[in-house]
């Protein structure tokens, strides 16, 4: 578990913890499988990832981790940095988007 989270985690993090985001509960650093995710909505079984810039050469690593998780019945996605601290709202529409889509 990282104990220095990035700025665009931290920030995050501020908006979707104490159920911020209509209600539902998200873990921080939530360990599935072999795996640590970012952040973890057990609700809609839905891992959210938030990407730095080193993501951009380990996508192949990214995709089969993915791939795994959706194998174990959940579903990831991801945001890059920028997109967290320049489009939060964006960002929380698109999570509330996914569990709106389990309640269906």
């Known amino acids: 578990m990282r104990s220095n989270p990035t700025e665009a985690e931290k920030f995050l993090w501020h908006l979707l913890h104490d159920k911020k985001l209509g209600g539902i509960k998200f873990r921080r650093q939530h360990i599935i499988d072999r795996f640590i995710v970012d952040f973890y909505c057990s609700k809609a079984r839905l891992v959210v990832e938030v990407d730095g810039e080193i993501h951009k050469k380990n996508r192949e690593y990214d995709q089969e981790r993915d791939s795994i ?27 509330r988007k996914f569990i709106e889509g389990v309640k269906a």
Do not use: C, D, M, W
């Open 69 to 95: 998780l959706n194998e174990h019945g959940y579903r990831a996605i991801r945001f890059t940095n920028k997109q967290v601290l320049n489009e939060p709202f964006l960002v929380l529409s698109t999570i």
